[in-house]
């Protein structure tokens, strides 16, 4: 009897012991630090570059020409604006970095993307020939005064967000959906320092796209052909409410909202695409 006794205790303690084990495999499952993701996306894009404020070039904010100041009354109608949110918000920021090799050279196969607006930073990598993308949050900081934690950084784990939070709380699938790169005319004006013939964000068109990192959603694809999918590939989100795009994911390059006005053109084709939408349940 005393030894039936201690096997059960013993089993009890296994199986508790096991759970908890289960637990902490789902914590990691669900995030892991901030700098655990930074190393996973490292093993796929490379070396992270060091990404600076300085290096980054104001979007240009005008109405007729003429800046616009933050905070002015007229910040809701601009020439260029933003696809959503505060579509005219001057004063963001946007920066352009190759990958960098093993030996410190540039990789033309990977490139960053760094987005500096108000007291947040989000940078997003992309390896062009296979589609794998990374997304990066800093949520509140000071951009002009406090340098971006690099990988290795005391504060890295403090500064920027990670995987499990980003892609609850900034939830970047549901706005990059279709694509890595989400073209406006806000954008569109800048041209990459490096080679001003390209935008400063990359085409990426119909190539692959896939998001490292098990706590995100991967994008969602259909095989629907019609006059809409042919440009466009459908992207199930209401955000972009500055235009009438609706589920359609933006062109580039992007230079006139009323340019690409399709809502009364090819009905049937975007009816599907929004039945289509609907069976996601997003």
Not at 167 to 178: I, L
Not at 206 to 234: D, E, F, K, M
Request: net charge negative.
């Amino acid at each position: 009897m005393k030894n039936k006794v201690i096997t059960i205790i013993f089993i009890s303690l296994f199986t508790v012991i096991f759970l908890l084990g289960s637990c902490e495999n789902d914590t990691m499952y669900s995030g892991g630090t901030a700098l655990d993701y930074a190393y996973e996306c490292e093993s796929v894009l490379g070396q992270l570059p060091e990404f600076k404020y300085e290096d980054a070039i104001e979007i240009p904010m005008t109405k007729n020409g003429v800046p616009l100041v933050h905070g002015s009354d007229n910040t809701s109608d601009c020439d260029h604006p933003f696809a959503f949110n505060a579509p005219c918000d001057p004063g963001n920021r946007m920066g352009r970095y190759q990958g960098i090799n093993p030996d410190g050279t540039e990789n033309s196969d990977v490139v960053f993307i760094t987005f500096f607006r108000g007291s947040g930073l989000g940078v997003i990598g992309h390896k062009l020939s296979t589609g794998e993308t990374c997304f990066f949050e800093i949520d509140d900081f000071d951009p002009v005064n406090t340098a971006v934690p690099k990988p290795g950084d005391s504060n890295y784990n403090d500064l920027w967000g990670n995987p499990a939070q980003i892609s609850q709380e900034f939830n970047c699938t549901s706005c990059h959906m279709a694509s890595p790169f989400l073209h406006t005319p806000a954008v569109d004006q800048l041209r990459n320092p490096a080679d001003t013939s390209e935008l400063m964000l990359p085409l990426t068109g119909l190539s692959p796209y896939s998001v490292v990192g098990q706590a995100w959603q991967q994008p969602h694809t259909t095989n629907i052909q019609n006059s809409c999918t042919s440009c466009h590939r459908p992207q199930c989100t209401d955000h972009f409410q500055n235009y009438p795009l609706d589920e359609l994911v933006m062109p580039a390059p992007f230079q006139n909202a009323t340019d690409f006005d399709h809502s009364t053109i090819s009905n049937e084709d975007r009816e599907a695409i929004r039945n289509w939408c609907n069976s996601l349940n997003l």
